[in-house]
């Protein structure tokens, strides 16, 4: 069944960010993470995209994201639309029957929740293919943005997680710093631009993404100068951990980290080649983001389209490459609740979504050929 949504012009306008003294600081790194692997999942090549030029003016969110590798597009989606979307999640997050009450910090720890990694990340429990999830998707406006982007209409779009931070959590450590960059250090340019939906108010305090502003630029010399260097565990090539010896590096040459501060309904996007990670809620406001990736059809191939129209039927997931290259590897991302696979994630969503025309076309599945 399709239920066409209503369009909703898209705000160009960008803000500036925050930076905070504490985040110019080398972050602290998560050493736990330092198990040298080869990955087990190593993909294709994927096309640079001749879209983003600094030396142009555009006018809009695109001259931030080439200047500084990162840009909040402001008010995409209409906020009370946006803090909808949220209420949606706390009541998915009831919907599990653990005990989980919004109005009652009591009830934010793991034996009233569903397992949420420290990072926040919801990879299980079908959020990938709820219903929520593709509504924020399908927001015309939000196309709009990555139409803008990449001056292409025909998109399909990544099978990614949702973010959970829940505020004042007990049980859990904060997120240690994992800088990371999400393309394959060995091919560089300009391949693909991350993005989020932010559902909730996002300042300085209250977690979420930083970015070392910038350094999408040194990308290539950085990499070509730390070639020989051994690699940290990565579950695909496509992922890439920076050491501290890496980060001294990019200080010395003047990048700092920015924490990214955002409205509800505003879009982030970013450069995969730009050092990121994400922090911990440290005050009162939860953080709650849909992860939106979109690239032009054209940059897949009709294996890809094939595979992602496989991975939806089954309502499964993808990491944020939207040609579907990393689909998601259950036996890493198995949620363990009291030393076993929960019970409660069936991967599969609880409310299956139903698609507009624009969001059946973020599929893939009608750009297959016969």
């Known amino acids: 069944m399709l239920i066409l949504l209503s369009s909703n ?13 504490e985040f110019n600081e080398a972050p602290k790194l998560d050493t736990k993470a330092t198990v040298h692997a080869i990955p087990p999942c190593v993909v294709h090549d994927t096309p640079v995209l001749d879209v983003l030029d ?22 995409v989606v209409e906020k009370e639309k946006a803090l909808a979307y949220a209420d949606d999640i706390k009541t998915w997050l009831e919907g599990f029957g653990l005990g ?18 420290q990072k926040g990340l919801l990879q299980a429990y079908g959020a990938t293919h709820e219903s929520f999830t593709w509504a924020v998707r399908s927001e015309p406006a939000v196309i709009d943005v990555f139409a803008t982007l990449y001056q292409d209409k025909d998109l399909i779009c990544s099978f990614d997680a949702i973010n959970v ?23 560089g340019g300009l391949r693909c631009v991350q993005g989020f939906v932010n559902l909730l108010p996002n300042g300085p305090e209250d977690g979420g993404l930083l970015v070392l502003k910038g350094g999408h630029k040194v990308s290539e010399e950085y990499h070509n100068f730390f070639r020989n260097e051994p690699r940290e565990f990565r579950w695909t090539n ?28 505003d879009v982030v996007l970013w450069d995969s080649r730009c050092p990121h990670y994400n ?40 990491s944020h490459w939207p040609m579907a290259l990393q689909p ?11 030393g076993k696979p929960d019970p409660h994630n069936t991967w599969k969503p609880r409310k299956a979504p139903e698609l507009s025309e624009a969001g059946y076309k973020l599929t893939g599945i009608p750009y297959i050929k016969a």
């Open 279 to 318: 922090a911990s809620p440290t005050r009162d406001i939860d953080r709650f983001v849909v992860y939106v990736c979109m690239l032009p059809v054209s940059t897949a191939t009709q294996e890809d389209l094939i595979r992602k129209k496989a991975l939806f039927e089954a309502q499964d997931g993808h």
């Open 100 to 117: 989980y009450k919004r109005d009652d910090p009591s009830t934010i720890r793991e034996e009233c929740l569903p397992i949420i990694h």
């Open 165 to 187: 931070s829940l505020a004042n959590r007990q049980d859990l450590p904060a997120n240690a710093a994992w800088p990371h960059q999400d393309q394959d250090p060995e091919r």
């Open 238 to 265: 496509e992922m890439y951990l920076f050491k501290e010896t890496g980060l001294k590096w990019l200080a010395d040459r003047g990048y700092e980290w920015v924490k990214v501060n955002a409205e509800p309904g």
């Open 328 to 338: 998601f590897i259950k036996a890493f991302l198995e949620p363990m609740r009291d």
């Open 9 to 21: 012009k898209m705000a160009t306008a960008t803000m500036t960010t925050t930076v905070q003294r």
């Open 54 to 75: 600094e030396s142009k003016t555009y006018g809009d969110f695109r001259d931030d994201l080439a200047r500084d590798g990162f840009c909040v597009v402001k008010n």
